[in-house]
């Protein structure tokens, strides 16, 4: 196991277009993190999901962003009508059911013209 | 709410201990933890204290907590210059989603 992929590793888009992003966590953890990262900051939450059911959504997850994992296994964050606020790191991580932390990935820097 | 203050910059010099403080609000914390995240590269896990301790020891890294104070420090002994990095100290309840701070730079001078 490779650990936490994400790809594509970077993107440039134009404003007002949508992105997505993926993540492949590591096989045996069932729990699935989107942080995002702007510079100089800390990671803020976005969202978590447990198998396949979205747990929790951070007030940051605009109705622009969604988030779907649907067999429990990788996972999509999809930005529709991209504004240049979104640009940013996005950080996926996973964790098996009882952990003490998690293993991140290196992340989708996005970068919004 | 939730708020996970550090300073932004430290400076020491190759050999010497770097200690980095944390202070957080939520005293419902449970796992305290320190986070290394080096240049393009996501966050790694460097160490953690549940909250109903107050020192853990691993190798050169030594956190100490002070939950009366909601302090949190992580102090690494003889301090090399593949440890200049952002640590990222992070609170959680129960292993539901972190809260970070804001990171702090730490620079080793040869």
């Known amino acids: 196991d490779t650990g936490v992929s994400q790809n594509p590793r970077h993107k440039i888009t134009k404003r007002g277009q949508n992105v997505t992003f993926r993540c492949d966590p590591i096989?045996?953890?069932?729990?699935l993190y989107w942080y995002r990262q702007t510079l100089g900051q800390g990671p803020e939450f976005l969202t978590y999901?447990?198998?396949?059911?979205?747990?929790?959504k951070s007030r940051l997850l605009s109705d622009r962003f969604s988030a779907e994992r649907p067999k429990g296994s990788f996972s999509t964050l999809e930005i529709q009508r991209t504004e240049q606020g979104d640009s940013a790191m996005y950080l996926c991580?996973?964790?098996?059911?009882?952990?003490?932390?998690?293993?991140f990935g290196s992340g989708t820097r996005l970068t919004v013209v | 709410g939730e708020d996970v203050e550090q300073s932004l910059f430290l400076s020491v010099r190759e050999g010497d201990s770097s200690v980095i403080n944390c202070t957080y609000t939520d005293s419902s914390s449970t796992y305290l933890y320190w986070y290394k995240q080096e240049p393009g590269a996501g966050l790694q896990l460097l160490t953690y204290?549940?909250?109903?301790?107050d020192m853990k020891q691993d190798q050169r890294l030594t956190v100490l907590l002070n939950k009366k104070d909601k302090h949190l420090s992580l102090r690494i002994a003889d301090t090399q210059t593949g440890d200049s990095a952002i640590y990222f100290c992070?609170?959680?309840?129960?292993?539901?989603?972190?809260?970070f701070g804001p990171g702090t730079r730490l620079s080793v001078l040869p």
């Open positions: 204290i549940f909250s109903n301790m």
């Open positions: 992070a609170e959680s309840i129960l292993f539901q989603n972190f809260v």
């Open positions: 096989s045996e953890h069932n729990r």
């Open positions: 999901f447990q198998n396949e059911a979205q747990l929790e």
């Open positions: 991580a996973s964790s098996p059911p009882v952990s003490y932390g998690y293993t």
